[in-house]
């Protein structure tokens, strides 16, 4: 079972998938407060576990299931999700914006009663190698890798790109540019000094030291990405 964002392109991601082996789909978005679609994963889980040759436990009716994913997809998310769904209880997982939020397998969790259902939220999973730079810098941009890891300047580089590579310049609206630009130092200033992230610096000259003030370009990359991944500069598919 494979979960998603439901805006994405769909049929590029099924056909994709379906290649790979995986037949039973469900889109969610699970950061709605409901989602129907969040509904049909007990009933096609169960379904699939009752069908399965393996299952051979007719006198406990209880399902345990395992949530894995890359990380910083939303696994987390997708449980406390379920819960509030079916059992109208809080958060049982605790979630953030950054990966390396669930640290270990926690105990069972249980999200359902009807049949009772149970889930184990685990630490995301990587693959031991990058197939490329780019599929690096895609991970890196939807948060999947510590910022720190790859540098907020250089994800914001390839952010800015693929955004003005898709024509997506919700981001001129967003920050009041003026106008696309694909000088990641120019746009970074701009959004700098517009949400006022800015410092105060002493300069040494011939005639004394004097106060200037220039744009935290970090501040300004951090809030540049955060506002990608959380839909507020567009739709925008990777891939």
């Known amino acids: 079972m494979t979960l998603?964002?439901?805006?994405?392109?769909?049929k590029h991601i099924l056909g994709s998938l379906h290649r790979q082996g995986v037949k039973n789909v469900i889109f969610t978005d699970c950061l709605k407060e409901k989602d129907e679609n969040v509904k049909k994963i007990v009933p096609l889980a169960t379904e699939l576990i009752q069908s399965s040759p393996r299952y051979q436990r007719a006198e406990?009716?209880?399902y345990c299931i395992m949530v894995i994913g890359v990380p910083n997809v939303g696994k987390s998310s997708l449980i406390n999700a379920m819960r509030r769904l079916h059992l109208k209880k809080g958060k049982a997982s605790k979630v953030g914006g950054e990966p390396g939020i669930t640290r270990a397998v926690l105990s069972r969790i249980q999200v359902c009663d009807r049949p009772p259902v149970y889930l184990l939220d685990t630490p995301g999973v990587m693959s031991p190698k990058i197939g490329s730079l780019e599929n690096g810098m895609k991970l890196a941009v939807c948060g999947t890798i510590l910022d720190h890891l790859v540098g907020e300047d250089i994800i914001a580089d390839y952010l800015l790109y693929t955004l003005n590579k898709h024509q997506q310049f919700?981001?001129?609206?967003?920050?009041?540019?003026?106008?696309?630009?694909?000088?990641?130092?120019t746009v970074l200033k701009k959004i700098a000094v517009k949400l006022g992230k800015t410092?105060?610096?002493t300069a040494i000259t011939g005639v004394g030291n004097i106060s200037i003030t220039v744009p935290n370009y970090s501040a300004a990359a951090y809030d540049f990405i955060r506002a990608f991944r959380k839909g507020t500069l567009g739709k925008v598919m990777l891939d």
Do not use: M, T
Not at 4 to 10: A, G, S, V
Not at 170 to 185: N, P, R, T
């Open 199 to 201: 410092q105060k610096r």
């Open 60 to 62: 406990n009716l209880e």
């Open 4 to 10: 998603e964002y439901p805006f994405l392109d769909r």
């Open 170 to 185: 919700g981001y001129v609206d967003h920050y009041e540019l003026g106008e696309a630009s694909d000088d990641i130092q």
